[in-house]
């Protein structure tokens, strides 16, 4: 049973940066790959992020490659998200979950499917003013 936390959700003008934390519970969160995923209104969750079970795969979706750094520290059982360059678009409500099957690397295609995720977070609010 792993119980994921978001934090770092905001308000910020666009062009701002931000960084999402996911803090997770267990002892067994090396063992998942993650991954971030975010919903706007009207529209359907979609992963932007995923991240090996090491940290040393990662991915990312098109629209915020360049942009957005995911990074894991096992050891406190953490995940970031570094957000920079933030645009309106940007604006959603963003979600760590953590996958059930491994993950090491590649194409976002094949880790992007919310059933492929065991476990969620409550989520965090992201508002970018233009």
């Known amino acids: 049973q792993v119980t994921l936390v978001e934090s770092g959700g905001g308000l910020v003008q666009a062009g701002g940066s931000l960084r999402l934390s996911c803090a997770a519970s267990?002892?067994?969160?090396?063992?998942?790959?993650m991954g971030w995923f975010r919903q706007a209104p009207g529209k359907e969750r979609e992963l932007i992020s995923a991240i090996s079970q090491s940290g040393i795969g990662t991915c990312y979706a098109d629209s915020v490659k360049g942009r957005f750094t995911i990074s894991r520290d096992n050891a406190n059982n953490t995940m970031y998200l570094q957000m920079n360059s933030l645009k309106p678009e940007d604006m959603a409500v963003y979600y760590c979950?953590?996958?059930?099957?491994?993950?090491?690397?590649?194409?976002?295609?094949?880790?992007?499917?919310?059933?492929?995720?065991?476990?969620w977070g409550q989520g965090t609010q992201v508002t970018v003013s233009s």
């Open positions: 267990g002892r067994t969160f090396s063992s998942y790959a």
């Open positions: 979950a953590a996958k059930a099957t491994p993950w090491f690397s590649g194409s976002c295609y094949t880790a992007h499917h919310e059933y492929q995720y065991t476990y």
